[in-house]
């Protein structure tokens, strides 16, 4: 067994000895000289495991002694963090941050990383992220601001999975935090083909043009009215900005072409007919069509561009190929709802 013993009298006992070659002299975190014991034992089965790593670990200070007891004890090593887990926050994030698609969004991040650093500090490591993020939901629950809380939750979450890998003990960690339950500010309205169709000849001219090309493509008012579009034969191609996902192809059931009026103008036209929604709610409506359409929560998801799909894995054909065939499926599957 390590002598039990204090450096200079001072702190806790101290854990010393060579296990496989490594040398480990650290403060053990405990006053008591069986757990001492304890901690010996656990670096010598660590050996016998294969485990040197962890030894390595305890030994260059990048992890306790304590520290690890409390993963080896119920047998839960594998949610340890990894090392790289233990450089500072502050870094990592901005250079994820500076790395992700959309100067708005990369502006929205930075504000959720400053959120997070005020709670967890300067010297905030990687590994606290959990941690922080605890204290924080503590905090904007108390202040009634819960959606500034999940804000700063679904950003912790996006860098865990871009940088741990979704599934990873941090990312793993960070979804079991609950959001703050929010009441949504502006009501969705999602509308029926027959009710989307009303509203389209209701409002008229330009403004029931550009409802009803939301309502048949999914494209969001920002990208309509941005002109993120091209329409390529039977498909429309949407060059969304805010990730990846965004950057897809859907069926052109509306052929969309560039809008003279604005997306105020459209939220005005709206707002005097009386009709209870708003320019979002046609994409919403999209959402619903797909459903009514009968496709799978793949193509859906795919549809409306929130989430990176690889066509090949729905179509047992490679390329483009494989595309103009789902997009067309799609496209025959949504004119069956809306005619």
Known sequence: MSAAFRSNDRGTLVLKGTFA????????????????????????????????????????????????????????????????HAQPFAAAFEAWRLALPGTAHRASVAVDGRKLLAVGGPAMTIAALPTTLEAYRVQCARRGIARMFNRGRSAAQAFA?????????????????????????????????AQAWVIATTLGGQAGADWWTMCTTGLMPDELYGQKFTVEGDRVHITGTKRDARDRYVPAVVSPTPSPITREALKNALKRSGLGVRPYDARRTFRHLLGLAGLTKAVRETLMGHAVRDMDTLYDMPGDEGRDFYVAQAGEAIVRVVT
Do not use: C, F
């Open 21 to 84: 070659g490594i040398a480990v002299r650290r403060a053990s975190g405990t006053n008591d000289k069986k757990m001492l014991g304890q901690l010996t034992a656990m670096l010598r089965t660590l050996v016998d495991a294969g485990r040197l790593d962890l030894i390595e670990r305890v030994a260059d200070g990048t992890l306790t002694p304590m520290g690890l007891w409390k993963h080896y004890r119920p047998g839960e090593l594998h949610t340890l963090p990894s090392p790289a």
């Open 161 to 193: 999975r871009d940088t741990a890998k979704k599934h990873s003990p941090l990312w793993v960690a960070i979804a079991a935090i609950a959001p703050l339950p929010v009441k949504a500010k502006i009501p969705r309205n999602p509308q029926r083909p």
